[in-house]
């Protein structure tokens, strides 16, 4: 009786040892860490500027530094994304020729992108404030994915990019790319312009 238990006992123990995982395996496809995205709380940009909205609190506002950067550039930064939404405000001046300048040179920075873009959707929207806003959605491995430019064609001109500051592939970034677009919606609908 003894005998036999021993032989089961060695047996089931060959057995377990001749399914092992290691002659099963099947290579995992490549993940990516899981993003914890705070939930937005808008707080009111300082009055320093010709135009004002809120902002989420989980980014902070930089002064653009660039060589050619001009007064009331800012930059919103995603300190935990690596992320910032570049702003670039001029004055219209009243001058029809100088918006129309203005205009063309926002979507030929926009078209730059054609070249690595799936495709690139451009849509005008109409804000809380009665303008409308043109933006512009890219897809692909390109440097910058949401982008917008909205004027009141007298006065205010205002133009904002997205940017990552980070090599990662924009398929992984996509949950933080929808999370800043949703705040750069919330800018459009809160910006007044100030005289």
């Not at 006992?9 to 993003?35: E, M, Q, T």
């Not at 926002?106 to 690139?120: E, T």
Request: aromatic content about 12%.
């Amino acid at each position: 009786m003894v005998k036999y238990a021993v032989f089961l006992l060695i047996g089931l123990l060959a057995a377990a040892c001749g399914n092992s995982s290691s002659d099963n395996y099947v290579p995992k496809p490549k993940g990516y860490p899981r993003l914890d995205l705070p939930e937005p709380r808008y707080t009111l940009l300082e009055p320093t500027h010709p135009y004002q909205f809120e902002y989420n609190k989980a980014a902070r506002i930089l002064p653009d530094t660039f060589a050619r950067s001009e007064p009331h550039w800012i930059f919103i930064n995603y300190p935990a994304f690596h992320a910032s939404v570049q702003l670039t405000y001029k004055p219209v001046l009243n001058d029809q020729k100088r918006l129309r300048a203005m205009l063309e040179d926002a979507y030929k920075l926009a078209a730059r992108h054609n070249i690595k873009a799936y495709s690139i959707e451009q849509r005008k929207i109409k804000l809380k404030s009665g303008l409308e806003a043109s933006l512009i959605d890219l897809s692909g491995e390109v440097p910058s994915q949401v982008q917008f430019v909205t004027t009141d064609s007298t006065t205010h001109f205002l133009r904002g990019a997205l940017y990552f500051n980070t090599a990662t592939e924009n398929d992984s970034l996509q949950p933080v790319i929808q999370y800043i677009r949703k705040d750069v919606l919330h800018l459009l609908n809160t910006l007044k312009w100030r005289q």
